[in-house]
């Protein structure tokens, strides 16, 4: 298993810029695909940003596209998401989670438990 936390939200204005961070411990050899994930007030949660183990394969979703970058270190076991020109409606819960590729995740297998998660509020 897999244990993650995330970290970086916070409060900022429309156009400003956050970097999330999601450490992850315990069986973090296992080459996992990561992903950024949020959920804002009654809506589902839904897919933001995933990359492959070695990092050469990316997804965003649309509404994110060109504005955030998913990252990760492998050497630390921590993936980012950097968030360049926040909107209010990217305000939501913030989580991360693992699966074995990307197709499965977007298929919904998830390898881990929903931790907290990191709140991200953008104010208009």
């Known amino acids: 298993q897999v244990q993650l936390v995330e970290s970086g939200g916070g409060l900022v204005q429309a156009g400003g810029s956050l970097r999330l961070s999601c450490a992850a411990s315990?069986?973090?050899?296992?080459?996992?695909?990561m992903g950024w994930f949020r959920q804002a007030p009654g809506k589902e949660r839904e897919s933001v940003a995933l990359?492959?183990?070695?990092?050469?394969?990316?997804y965003y979703a649309d509404s994110v596209k060109g504005r955030f970058t998913i990252s990760r270190d492998n050497t630390k076991n921590t993936v980012y998401l950097q968030m360049n020109n926040l909107k209010p409606e990217d305000t939501a819960v913030y989580y991360c989670?693992?699966?074995?590729?990307?197709?499965?995740?977007?298929?919904?297998?998830?390898?881990?438990?929903w931790g907290q998660g990191t709140q991200v509020t953008v104010s208009s």
């Open positions: 989670n693992y699966g074995v590729s990307i197709a499965t995740i977007q298929a919904g297998r998830y390898g881990g438990s």
């Open positions: 990359i492959n183990w070695s990092g050469t394969s990316t």
């Open positions: 315990g069986r973090t050899f296992i080459p996992y695909t």
